[in-house]
């Protein structure tokens, strides 16, 4: 039996260009989109307030009261996160060198 010296465990799939930009603006426009609202809603708590901050708070329709949830979740997501990504490494290392 051969032993696999070098283990790569990411799957490589050769996709058009046209499918890895799109996908590409797409990503970029939703963490976009994300940033924006963890800024609000950060800038809120802290209490900074500006005209053009309140109206894209009012137009994406959030809700002030949510913000020490929001905050809660990202806090959790921060911390589980890596975490997971952590043993789904070790995890999948293991299955390479067995």
Request: hydrophobic share 55%; with cysteine.
């Amino acid at each position: 039996m051969k032993k696999q010296t070098n283990f790569d465990p990411v799957i490589r799939h050769q996709t058009g260009h046209v499918s890895h930009l799109a996908r590409i603006i797409i990503l970029v426009a939703l963490w976009a989109f994300v940033a924006l609202v963890v800024f609000m809603n950060v800038a809120f708590k802290m209490g900074i307030y500006s005209d053009s901050l309140v109206s894209i708070y009012l137009l994406l329709n959030l809700t002030p009261h949510a913000n020490n949830g929001f905050l809660i979740l990202i806090g959790c997501l921060l911390i589980i996160v890596p975490i997971y990504c952590i043993y789904r490494w070790i995890h999948i290392k293991k299955e390479g060198h067995a």
